[in-house]
């Protein structure tokens, strides 16, 4: 199994002038992505920025922060998110996943959430598929002063371009049968390179 960037190298360069974006390699040649910047408004469109569809709920200049690390031990891939947030509302708690597209001008740019697994019925609400096992859920309670942090670790890789932002929601994930995976409107989302695996014939795992 190999460990692939997403882009290649002008686009990589282009990447990090477009958006607040780190990218770096462990000893072990594992690729870490790190992506971090304010809230602004999603009208004028800031595709390069996090947005906030609602102001009242995630404002404007409140900080994120999302670092992904890939651990491409052959045979053995493992994929740890981790979101950190500052200056939302004190003592709420808000859904997270990763979605499947950037973020756009609209929340629902930014697609379904990513699963391992797809689910052949779309949208997806069926526990078997909408779960935290296939999915990445990132579900957070700020503290009282607006912060929090989530993790969340995975034995598989993401998909050469399928998985493409977080996005935060309104409440927390449900998880009963015809609603799993719903968190609620679509508050805020943060576009994020992730890197991917490939096996040594170039397909994603």
Request: charged letters at 20%.
């Amino acid at each position: 199994m190999r460990i692939l960037r997403k882009a290649s190298a002008a686009l990589a360069v282009t990447a990090l002038l477009a958006m607040p974006t780190t990218s770096a390699f462990a000893d072990d040649g594992s690729p870490t992505v790190k992506v971090e910047g304010q809230f602004v408004p999603s009208s004028p469109f800031h595709p390069s920025k996090p947005l906030t569809y609602d102001p009242k709920t995630v404002p404007v200049g409140a900080r994120i922060s999302v670092v992904e690390q890939v651990d491409g031990r052959v045979g053995d891939a493992t994929t740890s998110v981790r979101i950190t947030v500052s200056g939302l509302l004190p003592n709420r708690t808000y859904g997270a996943h990763v979605h499947t597209k950037p973020c756009g001008r609209t929340p629902d740019a930014s697609g379904p959430h990513y699963q391992n697994v797809k689910d052949p019925n779309q949208p997806s609400t069926d526990p078997a598929y909408a779960n935290p096992e296939n999915e990445v859920w990132l579900d957070f309670r700020t503290d009282a002063q607006g912060r929090a942090t989530a993790e969340s670790r995975h034995g598989w890789g993401f998909r050469p371009g399928e998985a493409e932002s977080v996005v935060i929601h309104e409440h927390g994930t449900a998880t009963h049968h015809g609603e799993a995976g719903m968190a609620g409107a679509r508050l805020a989302c943060l576009t994020v390179p992730f890197a991917y695996t490939t096996d040594e014939a170039g397909t994603g795992k």
